[in-house]
């Protein structure tokens, strides 16, 4: 998809205006501020309604700025910029004293990343030669261009259907190659701790390791202090408004007749061969690869969310570790699913 110089150029004055641009990465569509600019980053909050207290990415046009944002970087983390930037990989390091501590939500780390979409690039290396930021200290700070707590937009109308009015411009991309988010890596234990895996995403740890020499320690719970260091670590996120099931494969025949049976509306997201399609309410077939599926998830989730059906089904992915991402997010949408915003954190419970 083509974008024009005038639009990236636009795009450059709404952030030295302070305002909201949103942009495609090859993972999700970030909503973008100034990193540098408190009052800017705060729209972002607004317009997402997310917490005060959880971090944003900056996202930099290279690692050539990176020690303006992070301090004591330990050899690991330039070893990973070096053989994953630009692409889907965010590492959290010890945050530079000029960092906005409203971009960090208060820590005292601070997560960036280089992102390989052509028009994030094109964006961010505007922004750095139209002098963006202050004092040399230039990113675009980025969540996922959704409401809190929903799904992560793949899609330019996705980003209209979450955020509406409350952006400026929306840089369209077409669909994000990745489709789920970065991922995230804690290096701020320095070069003699192993690294801590904050959200598993595109990049594996087995390929972290293939570069470093050590496997990131997995985490699976938000941080002992109570502080939700990642979002997307709540138990409940992602998440589309109708209840969400997994069910496997050899189980789906009989229970898809069951629901019918009782007159709920049953959709299904599947991604082998179904015998009984017709007795769904609406079905989706995606890609049995992980990446390919992965691609796919969002947009599908979103889609099958919006047929008004009872329940969404949702085939149980294979257990190998190519699929590991996939099945943090849906997981996560599963404890989200069916409530309102403000139950989910708490709630992990899924009935059909
Ligand atoms: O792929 C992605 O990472 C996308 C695209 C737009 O770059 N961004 C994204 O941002 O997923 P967001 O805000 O939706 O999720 C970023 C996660 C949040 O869960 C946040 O808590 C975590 O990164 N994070 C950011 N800074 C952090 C920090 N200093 N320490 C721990 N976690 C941090
Ligand atoms: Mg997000």
Redesign the pocket.
Known sequence: MRTDQAVIDRAVALLQAGELVVFP?E????VGADAANPAAVGRIFTAKGRPAD????V?LPGDGGLDRWARDIPTRAWELAEAFWPG?L?L?LK?APAVPAIV??G?D???V?V?AHPLALALLRAYAEAGGGVDGLCGIA????NRFGRI?PTEAAHVRAELGDAVQLILDGGRCPVGI??T?V?LTRGDNQAPRL??P?RVTPEQIAAVIGVLPEIVTRPADDGT??????LAAHYAPTTPLRFVMQPDLAGLIDELRQTGRRCALLHHSQLPNASALHAGLRLPADPQGYARALYAALRELDQMAADIILVEEIPAAPAWAAIADRLHRAACGAGLATNDRASTTQVRP
């Open positions: 990465t993972t999700v569509y970030g959880h971090p944003l990415i996202h889907p965010t959290i945050r960090t939500g820590q780390t601070v997560g990343r992102p980025a969540p996922s261009a992560s988010e970065s995230i804690d904050l959200r995403g939700p260091r990642v979002s997307g670590s």
